[in-house]
């Protein structure tokens, strides 16, 4: 009888237990891998927040500069705040009501900075702190904000209302004085109308007791502050938008609604001095200019040289330069750049990664921990892209300080753009820097005219946007996929070629002409003799599609959607194209996107996928190794009897070629995302498409290749596995992701082999086993049958092995494709010479596989779903990555519903769920991505990248990381004003504003005018956090108090029953003795 043990059973409630959400469905009698793998990943390790953000600020709507402490301030329309300093020193910050800033002012050398709000409040924020705080607030119930004005080592903030009055703040209390400039004061009484809001406050740069106010009419007053009254009134018929200043106080210039500028002296407020329209033409005979846009913005600057007429900058677009000085426009609330018109101020190169939208990003991938020779790489040969014509001088924003973490492991981030570009950045230290600039589309011809437009309705604009894209940072290969169902594959060189002909090689599917293909084989097609061409000149030319059909009458049929260049091409060092793969159309009908991309380097093969098939190609041949049909995945039938073969061998093609009719994959509503810039999903089509592969560098033209295909639309009444037996799954099932892998295709192997790994958007998961012989002649075998089925369509797959460590695809390390012959011997390498084993009966890999709604671990080779978690029920996961975490590994999600999880490996735990971002925009979902050590990131807005972690590690270090925005430094000192200045009163004139609009001068103002909020990083507020704590803990001891008296007194009450039992013993005691020796007659 066998012996019961309850140890066993102990064991297995406890393993039970820990894995509640998670199901093990291990067949009886196999064990429990937890028992063999040791996880370390805890929930402590996990906490999530932001780390920084890259990029232009979106809708920027304000800014302002400190010169002292040379930082640059942004405000935006949705209330976020970006501060700037020396290249690496950025800040993010964010008004919670989200309303415009309109306004920002420096309180300068101070550490502080004022924002006014379209919601009517204004805030101090403390920037003497890495990560900025709001110290005081003030809301406005009556009068909406307009305008604010802070003058220079002042502490009274000056605020034009909509009504047109000013009202003034003390911004070390933010409380509002008694003093007010009435708009009714201000203008001329025999004025019947209103001057409307208040555009332009500023004081006189040479006497600070006079203020100039500009109203909306047109109407600009010169006001005593001591007085309180009006000096001079300026009118004008057109509307002001702003108002600058002259250096010596005697002039102001004045924009309008009209593109004017008018220029007054403040003695002569009769007419204007001088009246120039920038943006139009100067009319003769004294005639009124024809009206132009208006001028939103004008300064009026000094040159250091002392030029008597100074600088105007103005904000619009200049068609000349109207003197022989400067004038040129500043558009920083739609561009990143300032336009300059004169060569003698060239523009200054940014040091910000400001150009990400310079192109709409419509992909991106994050690395973390690559290898340390990459970055240096990619910089050198990014560092000759470099545009020429910048000034010289040292770039004016520098202030602020790096931060001091810890961080030293590279990082790099991919991005993908709509105009066909690839961009490589240094993302490490939470920095981001360009390295390397890659342009896909120089590959095509580009469209000279409407005539030449490309024969593609795929997309009605950027047909070169890139789709996705595949990095292996190892091996340094590239592969990209475009809306326009073409693939391009790039190696990494360190040497300029030039590719003198692009050739083009076709390869056709034919199809049976019978309705009902006999289900008991497959016929073979017949190959022509070979008659290669004796010279490449003999041939024709190689991009000339002559089997293509494009006219008005006919329908498009073979063609591309675009045309490979046919000029020579010059390739700079960097990554340079080794093959071009393209989708044509098909009886009118276009290519479907692709969906899936993978390259593997080591086995010389790409794989590609779409809503009809995949595609797997031998790269370093030049050979289609494999076309298969979505259903074809589910059929017995062998695809080595599709009999695949090198495209040198010449063939022409058969004109009657067929293609299975599929329906469409997303419904109509998806579809209508397919004219924006973020492209991840499939278009409309009911076709099988070509093949046309183009190799580059080749000196002989090759002719197209026929293979062959399975029948027509009712091709499909052949048998099938139990899991399909319907074309309805045909009609919806696309290939959704691939991993090359060396692992067990069958559960009897016990020699692991090249394989690949091939999800669906209908959560099967097939894998086909890959035949590499030595002399590097590959071969396909049969797929199998359907590995494991999961609810959601397949998002990532990754391997791992018996100790729970990632088994990366293997990859050859990078050599130059230029270099000698001896040199690529060195380091190149197709196949690992000592693949994994498994010992009979036992597992030693680990499937991990995750879909949409969930998530199984499936061991190797027995095919044995060992653990199973639901991640979602009501909504869907849009990216998850297998990552490292704290030398382990672990899953990482983002679902639809703005929850981020962790999931650890292979037991599939929980171990981190926050609600972080609800899925508003598709930009989101299209860019969102995991990479190592607790690092991912996502496109926030069309011009930014924000980065988050959730490694607990990170968080505690985040301070040290972070940059320092203040440094301490001396005020300088102002200008001499020279002896003849001072002698006879032409310098510039102090005002003491404590006297003029302190309590004791100018009396409280009125309560229900606006009300004072204390910040968080406010001494109230902390005060405030403070005293919540404080009164915890007083009435902890209060209540502890209460226990001890409480105590003292059960004490007491026991101590006295002690003493009064103690008299009661020795009483009956005493009794006891007393009447012990006597009878009881003596009682």
């Known amino acids: ?65 400190d010169p002292v402490q040379k930082i640059l301030a942004v405000g935006t329309q949705t209330g976020a705040l970006r501060l700037f300093g020396r290249a690496g020193v950025e800040c993010y910050c964010q008004h919670e009501s989200g309303a415009a800033v309109i306004q920002l002012q420096f309180l300068i050398n101070e550490g502080a900075l004022v924002s006014a709000l379209a919601d009517d409040s204004i805030h101090l924020w403390n920037l003497r702190q890495k990560i900025p705080a709001i110290l005081h607030s003030l809301k406005f119930n009556r009068e909406r904000i307009t305008y604010c004005h802070l003058p220079f080592q002042s502490k009274w903030l000056y605020i034009g209302s909509e009504r047109g009055n000013i009202h003034i703040v003390n911004v ?22 209103h001057p409307g809001p208040v555009v332009h406050i500023s004081d006189n740069p040479m006497d600070e007791g006079k203020l100039l106010i500009g109203f909306e009419c047109g109407v600009v007053v010169l006001w005593d502050l001591k007085s309180k009254k009006a000096d001079y009134r300026y009118n004008y018929d057109e509307a002001i938008h702003s108002v600058a200043w002259h250096h010596e106080g005697k002039q102001f210039v004045c924009s309008h609604s009209d593109g004017t500028l008018t220029t007054w002296n ?34 009026y600057k000094t040159t250091r040289a002392g030029l008597d007429d100074g600088v105007l900058i103005v904000d619009g677009k200049l068609e000349r330069c109207l003197s022989s000085h400067v004038m040129f426009s500043l ?28 192109s709409p990003v419509t992909c991106c991938e994050y690395f973390a921990d690559c290898p340390s020779e990459l970055i240096p790489a990619l910089y050198s040969v990014g560092s000759r892209q470099k545009r020429q014509g910048y000034s010289k001088k040292e770039w004016p924003i520098s202030g602020g300080n790096w931060g001091q973490g810890t961080q030293t492991y590279p990082e790099i981030i991919v991005t993908g753009h709509a105009d066909g570009t690839i961009k490589f950045w240094d993302a490490s230290a939470l920095m981001l820097q360009v390295l390397y600039k890659l342009k896909t589309a120089k590959v095509f011809e580009r469209a000279r005219g409407k005539e030449e437009k490309p024969s593609t309705d795929i997309v009605d604009e950027d047909p070169f946007a890139i789709q996705t894209l595949f990095w292996c940072p190892e091996s340094r290969m590239l592969c990209v996929a475009g809306v326009s169902a073409h693939v391009i594959i790039y190696r990494f060189s360190k040497q300029e070629v ?37 010279s490449p000149q003999e041939a024709e030319p190689p991009n000339q599609l002559t089997a293509g059909v494009n006219s008005s009458e006919g329908a498009r049929d073979n063609i591309p959607c675009l045309q490979v260049r046919s000029s020579p091409l010059k390739q700079s060092p960097g990554y340079q194209v080794e093959l071009v793969v393209q989708l044509v159309w098909v009886s009118g009908e276009p290519p479907q996107q692709i969906t899936s991309l993978a390259v593997n380097s080591s086995f010389g093969l790409v794989v590609f996928g779409n809503s009809n098939g995949l595609a797997v190609v031998d790269y370093v041949q030049k050979t289609l190794l494999l076309n298969l049909g979505t259903s074809e995945l589910y059929s017995p039938s062998d695809p080595c009897q599709r009999q695949p073969r090198s495209p040198r061998k010449p063939h022409i093609p058969t004109a009657s070629s067929h293609m299975s009719r599929l329906s469409n994959l997303y419904s109509q509503s998806v579809k209508k995302l397919r004219s924006s810039h973020f492209r991840n999903f499939l278009l409309p089509s009911n076709l099988n498409h070509f093949l046309i592969l183009s190799p580059f560098g080749f000196s002989f033209f090759v002719h197209p290749q026929t293979c062959r295909l399975d029948g027509k639309d ?44 091939v999800g669906t958007t209908q959560g099967s998961v097939m894998m086909v086993a890959l035949g590499l012989q030595p002399g590097g002649d590959q071969k396909l075998q049969q797929p199998l049958s359907t590995l494991v089925q999961l609810k959601g369509g397949i998002l990532t797959m990754a391997l791992l092995d018996a100790a729970g460590t990632l088994l990366p695809p293997s990859c050859e390390a990078w050599y130059d494709p230029n270099a000698s012959d001896e040199e690529k011997e060195k380091v190149r390498r197709r196949r690992p010479a000592t693949p ?19 998530a199984k671990v499936v061991a190797m080779p027995s095919q044995t779903s060992i653990y199973k978690h639901n991640i979602t029920e009501t909504s869907f996961v849009l990216r998850v990555d297998v990552v490292q975490m704290a030398g382990a590994y672990c899953i990482a999600c983002f679902c639809a519903n703005g929850h981020i999880m962790t999931l650890s490996l292979p037991s599939l735990r929980p171990l981190l769920d926050i609600n972080y971002l609800p899925l508003t925009d598709m930009r989101i979902a299209r860019t969102f991505c995991f990479s190592n050590l607790g690092q991912a990131l996502y496109l926030t807005s069309p011009t930014e990248i924000q980065r988050i972690t959730y490694s607990q590690e990170t968080c505690d270090n985040l301070q040290e990381m972070l940059s320092e925005l203040f440094t301490p430094v001396e005020t300088p000192e102002a200008p001499n004003r020279g002896f003849f200045k001072g002698l006879f009163g032409g310098g510039a004139q102090s005002l003491d504003r404590e006297d003029l609009f302190g309590e004791t001068a100018a009396g409280k103002a009125s309560r229900s005018l606006a009300q004072h909020i204390p910040g968080p990083g406010s001494m109230e507020g902390m005060k405030g956090a403070a005293s919540g704590v404080v009164g915890d803990l007083a009435r902890a001891r209060v209540a502890l108090d209460e226990r001890g008296q409480k105590l003292g007194e059960l004490e007491e009450r026991t101590a006295a ?27």
Not at 750 to 755: E, G, H, I, N, T
Not at 1065 to 1073: E, F, L, P, Q, T
């Open 172 to 193: 070390e209390s933010f409380t509002l004085s008694g003093y007010v400039i009435m708009w009714n004061k201000a203008i001329e009484l025999s004025t019947k109308t």
């Open 836 to 854: 994994p084993s498994s010992q009979e009966g036992q597992d030693s890999q680990f499937a991990v596989l995750c879909s949409e709604k969930q």
């Open 331 to 358: 558009s920083y609330f739609h561009t990143s750049t300032v336009l300059v018109y004169c060569d003698r101020y060239p523009i200054f190169e940014s040091p910000y990664p400001l150009s990400i939208h310079e």
């Open 714 to 757: 009712n091709a499909f009444t052949r048998s099938r596995s139990s899991s399909v037996t319907s074309i309805d799954r045909e009609s919806r099932e696309a290939i959704s992701s691939f991993y090359f892998c060396e692992s067990f295709p069958r559960k009897s192997d016990s020699l692991a082999s090249p394989c690949l790994l």
């Open 1 to 65: 009888m066998k012996k019961f043990n309850i140890r066993k059973v102990l064991d297995g409630l406890t393993a039970a237990s820990s894995s509640s959400s998670s199901s093990a469905t291990a067949q009886p009698g196999t064990p429990r891998e937890n028992d063999v793998v040791q996880e370390t990943l805890q929930s402590e390790h996990f906490q999530l927040c932001k780390t920084v953000r890259h990029g232009f600020p979106y809708q920027p709507s304000s800014m302002a500069f």
């Open 266 to 299: 403040i003695r002569a407020p009769a007419k204007p001095a001088q009246i120039i329209t920038p943006h139009g033409k100067q009319p003769k005979d004294g005639k009124k200019p024809e009206p132009c846009k208006p001028i939103l913005k004008v300064e």
């Open 498 to 534: 030039t590719t003198e002909v692009l050739l083009e090689v076709r390869m056709q599917c034919e199809f049976s002409e019978v309705d009902s293909p006999d289900p008991g084989g497959e016929q073979t097609p017949t190959l022509p003799t070979p008659a290669a061409p004796s």
């Open 1057 to 1083: 029953m002690m003493a009064s039992a103690e008299s009661f013993s020795k009483h009956a005691h005493d009794m006891m003795v007393k009447y012990k020796d006597k009878k009881w007659y003596q009682l």
